[in-house]
């Protein structure tokens, strides 16, 4: 069974301040997607990281896919509080073939 | 439509009562993928289908847990026997094909009393 673990589990911090998350499996995965939900939404895809080593950046957030392809982690410069929500990462591939298995997620809460 | 939609949004029953949740796709994905999302946890995969047929039902917990697709696009997660257990919100998402994007709906939030 492929698992994700993710941490920390709950994050808060003050406005303007850097964090990162990450996110390890002990299994390879074709894929690492990074994912933001709302209360009362369902998940909406940031990023998807295929190549091991690989480096996305989207504005403020940086995600990296480890060289392994068995861990990432996705760093946010300078927080915001538009940035509160649940942050998941979901392994596609590998011995999962094509569903997409969730880690739990890290609640991050920004104050302003 | 313009997004996955999910009926109802939100739905209580009572232990022992049999529920259906619905899941209309974004017209012409092809994937189809139910999750089960528990507070404070990330979505557990229950099953996914390519077109009509279920492609990976081994999420699934039980037989009580059943879901269809009979015409490739809506899609009906039945529950039988509903426990208090099963409260959970029940997510549907859709892709054009599996291993591209998938779009999520806003989910049904279940309640067994």
């Known amino acids: 069974t492929q698992l994700l673990e993710q941490s920390p589990q709950f994050l808060s911090i003050q406005e303007g301040e850097n964090l990162t998350v990450y996110c390890n499996s002990s299994?390879?995965?074709?894929?690492l997607q990074w994912y933001r939900q709302e209360p009362g939404e369902g998940p909406v895809l940031l990023v998807t990281?295929?190549?091991?080593?690989e480096v996305k950046k989207l504005k403020r957030l940086t995600f990296q896919f480890g060289d392994a392809r068995k861990d990432s982690s996705l760093h946010i410069t300078a927080a915001q509080p538009g940035d509160t929500g649940l942050y998941l990462c979901?392994?596609?591939?590998?011995?999962?073939?094509?569903?997409?298995?969730f880690g739990p997620g890290t609640s991050l809460s920004v104050i302003p | 439509g313009a997004g996955v939609s999910q009926t109802p949004s939100n739905k209580v029953t009572e232990k022992g009562k049999y529920v259906e949740l619905r899941c209309d796709p974004i017209?012409?994905?092809?994937?189809l993928y139910w999750y089960r999302q528990s507070l404070g946890q990330g979505p557990e995969f229950l099953i996914y289908?390519?077109?009509?047929?279920?492609?990976?039902d081994s999420g699934l917990p039980n037989d009580r847990f059943f879901a269809v697709r009979p015409e490739g696009s809506v899609s009906t997660l039945k529950i039988q026997r509903t426990e208090r257990g099963d409260s959970a919100v029940y997510l549907c998402?859709?892709?054009?094909?599996?291993?591209?994007?998938?779009?999520f709906g806003q989910g049904t939030r279940l309640t067994v009393v």
């Open positions: 299994s390879v995965f074709s894929s």
């Open positions: 017209s012409g994905h092809t994937a």
């Open positions: 979901a392994g596609q591939g590998g011995t999962s073939y094509d569903k997409v298995i």
């Open positions: 990281v295929v190549t091991g080593g």
């Open positions: 998402a859709s892709s054009r094909q599996v291993n591209t994007e998938a779009f």
């Open positions: 289908f390519q077109g009509t047929g279920a492609a990976d």
